[in-house]
Structure formats: C-alpha cells, structure tokens
C-alpha cells in the first residue's frame, strides 16, 4: 500500500544534540512538507520541498534543516540551535498539481 | 493575511448531537478548504474538502458549510459518535503558494456516550 512512513515513532534527544528524524513516500508525490504540532498551536510549517534538490523555509524553520535528494525522501534534522525541540514531528506529502495533504504518523520528540 | 482562526479549542456534544466548529480566513485568495481529522499518536487524515464555488458540501454524517462573502466556513457532524472523538482542523490553500496549506489551531471534540 503507498503512504508516508515515518521512523522513528519516539526519539530521545540531550541537549547539545542534532537528531534526524525521517521520513519516506512511495507515492510518487512531488512536494512534501514538515510540520511541528504543539498542543493548542495546530500544524506549523518547518520546511517544504517541491521538487528534488529543492527545498524552502516554512513559518518556524530556525534551528532546523532538510535535504531532498530523492523523490521519496525528505529528512529532518532537529539541530542543538532549536531551543525547544519537544514535539510532535508530522510530515506531509501532496501529489503533482493536486490538493490535500497525506500525512504520516508522525515522530514524537522528546529532550531529555 | 494567511491565517485561518478556528474555533471552539474544545467541543463536548452527547451521542447523537450535532457537533459544529467553525473557521475564518482573512486572505480571499484561498481556494481549497480541507478538514483534518487527528486521532490521538496519529497523523491528520483529510476528512472532506470544498472550494468556494460551492457553499455547501455533505459526506455522510460530516457537511462543510461556505460563506464566501463572510469568509468563513464550518464543519457540521451530525449524529455524533462517540468514535468522532478526535481533533478536527480547518485548514486553507491557494494556487499562487501550490498546495501548502495553513492550518487553523485545532478543535478537541469529545463525544459523550
């Protein structure tokens, strides 16, 4: 079945730690996205990529970083300049002119 | 500009009520208008969708409701279950940012048997 697998589903980070959190379509969607859930805050966007070797700053993008180097895989790396890290990680994919998100399950980070 | 305010936070409603949450955008540019349904560890799943050439849109027991002059738009659960129980966002896209969407704040809907 094609979806958007997210590994891992918990991840541990101390503090001074870079963590890369993944996540792989095999949709054969071209643009995919990152986003940070906080309770009461909704879906903020991280990053987004449209395109292979292409890639742009959502709304909260200091203190994290991305590659596209595939179609089907977009990494996040939560870099030790993220202050807050704690949260719920979602990554989202859209098909080739189309509308509406697939989402994945989602990794939740924690700063230990 | 590219905000979507949702509202209620939260949501109780009985078996069997109507459950409604309503949102509101500013920029008139959007063009699709999704609702995400979140169970609790889980990803949003895409629960139903309008755009504003139509002011009304029904999918069994879940209806959008669009009031383009407004600028507002709404989900209706009828017959609300207990396994609704879930966080329902509003969400907002428009052709010039491609499919990116802009998320309302969310709405906790719990069901009461």
């Known amino acids: 079945d094609g979806g958007i697998t997210q590994s891992p589903k918990y991840l541990f980070r101390k503090e001074g730690q870079n963590v890369t959190l993944s996540c792989e379509q095999n949709?054969?969607?071209?643009?995919m996205y990152w986003y940070r859930q906080d309770p009461g805050q909704g879906l903020r966007l991280i990053y987004y990529?449209?395109?292979?070797?292409?890639?742009q700053k959502g709304d909260i993008a200091e203190g994290y970083s991305v590659s596209r180097e595939k179609k089907e895989s977009f990494p996040l790396t939560v870099t030790s300049a993220q202050k807050n890290p704690t949260a719920f990680y979602l990554c989202?994919?859209?098909?080739?002119?189309?509308?509406?998100?697939?989402f994945g399950s989602g990794t939740r980070l924690t700063v230990v | 500009q590219q905000q979507v305010k949702q509202s209620p936070q939260s949501l109780i409603v009985q078996k069997g009520g109507i459950s409604i949450i309503n949102c509101a955008y500013e920029?008139?540019?959007?063009?699709?208008f999704p609702w995400y349904q979140q169970f609790p560890g889980k990803g949003p799943a895409l629960l139903i969708a309008?755009?504003?050439?139509?002011s009304e849109k029904k999918e069994g027991r879940f209806t959008i409701s669009f009031n383009k002059s407004a600028k507002q738009f709404s989900l209706h659960i009828m017959d609300s279950q207990p396994g609704d129980s879930a966080t329902y966002f509003c969400?907002?896209?428009?052709?010039?940012?491609?499919?990116?969407?802009?998320f309302g704040e969310g709405t906790q809907l719990t069901v009461n048997p």
């Open positions: 989202a994919s859209t098909p080739p002119g189309g509308y509406g998100y697939t």
């Open positions: 949709l054969n969607h071209d643009a």
């Open positions: 990529s449209q395109i292979v070797n292409d890639f």
């Open positions: 920029n008139t540019a959007f063009d699709y």
């Open positions: 309008i755009r504003p050439d139509v």
């Open positions: 969400a907002a896209s428009m052709k010039t940012s491609g499919s990116r969407l802009t």
